[in-house]
């Protein structure tokens, strides 16, 4: 009975948090260009929840996780305007063919350890990005333009909720038991029997379905494309997001994204110093706060719950 109470809690929150922001948008109190950013917040949400499983629950440093986003915007983009297909095919197959990349690329690399799997993953995403590059069809440096704008908030919103559920869930199960042993300790990991090599592929291509279902997204939302906006510091951005909230806290991933999407345009105004305020305040939090925001803790709502019952005993 406790457990359905907690459900139907945070349900009424997810709904209670889309009608808030929903009617805010349509009543213009928040302005369209501010709309848009907050849709852009829950497409970054979705790619730092899908990096954090890979890189902060399972210890592997991805650093092309930017290459998996080109690919489901790519693939998105073509069924939509090529195939004409609806908008959900667009979202699975990008997802899909990601994943599929991710287990080709993921084999042969996933046995590589530290840096030099991230410096795999590094090129990987710049030969994705010279591919996309030099394929005519689908617009090459010129770009992928025409794609329909069927993105919007509902959407964004409750594939970002879908996301970090599903990561959410994975994380607490068996299998997500195993992969942060593999984090703590991959020797320890692979001598108490856990088959390190298949929950690492399992993390990357579950990882890199998310980033491909952002990518398609993001596709549907900018309407245009182009592989210089896939490259390498889009990655780093990806990371950003979750080494500022913590490394193996979906909870520190989702206010680091909120917070570094929205800070960069709130500091506009004051132009040339906005970047500069931008990194001292990145390097400041690694300096004091090196674990991050919430380290691999998770907001809870326990602290509410105890605070209410002390009230009702009184």
């Not at 305040?281 to 925001?293: D, N, Q, S, T």
Request: proline share 3%; hydrophobic share 55%.
């Amino acid at each position: 009975m406790k457990k359905i109470v907690k459900y139907l809690v945070y349900a009424l929150l997810i709904i209670g948090f889309y009608f808030l922001f929903d009617f805010l948008m349509k009543e213009r109190i928040v302005n369209r260009y501010y709309g848009g950013i907050i849709v852009l917040v829950c497409i970054n949400i979705i790619l730092a929840a899908s990096l954090n499983l890979i890189t902060g629950f399972t210890g592997q440093l991805c650093l092309g996780h930017a290459g998996f986003m080109s690919i489901g915007a790519y693939t998105g983009a073509m069924i939509s305007v090529k195939l004409h297909l609806p908008f959900v095919p667009a979202l699975i197959a990008g997802g899909i063919l990601s994943a599929l990349v991710a287990l080709i690329i993921g084999i042969p690399t996933l046995k590589l350890k530290g840096d030099y799997f991230a410096i795999t993953t590094l090129g990987f995403g710049e030969i994705i990005r010279v591919i996309l590059t030099n394929i005519d069809y689908l617009g090459g440096p010129r770009g992928f333009s025409g794609i329909p704008p069927k993105t919007t908030f509902a959407w964004a919103y409750f594939l970002m909720i879908a996301s970090v559920i599903i990561i959410y869930n994975i994380i607490h199960s068996a299998q997500g038991r195993a992969m942060i042993s593999i984090r703590e300790n991959e020797i320890a990991a692979e001598a108490m029997g856990v088959n390190t090599s298949r929950f690492k592929i399992m993390a990357f291509a579950i990882a890199a379905f998310f980033a491909g279902v952002a990518g398609a997204l993001y596709a549907h939302y900018t309407m245009f494309i182009q592989p210089d906006g896939f490259n390498f510091l889009k990655s780093i951005e990806i990371l950003t997001f979750v080494v500022f909230g913590g490394m193996g806290s979906l909870s520190g991933s989702i206010i680091a994204t909120v917070i570094l999407t929205f800070m960069p345009e709130l500091l506009r105004s004051i132009k040339d110093l906005r970047m500069i305020i931008y990194s001292v305040a990145l390097i400041v939090l690694m300096i004091f706060r090196p674990e991050g925001l919430l380290g691999t803790k998770e907001i809870s709502l326990k602290p509410l719950k105890k605070l209410f019952s002390k009230k009702e005993g009184r």
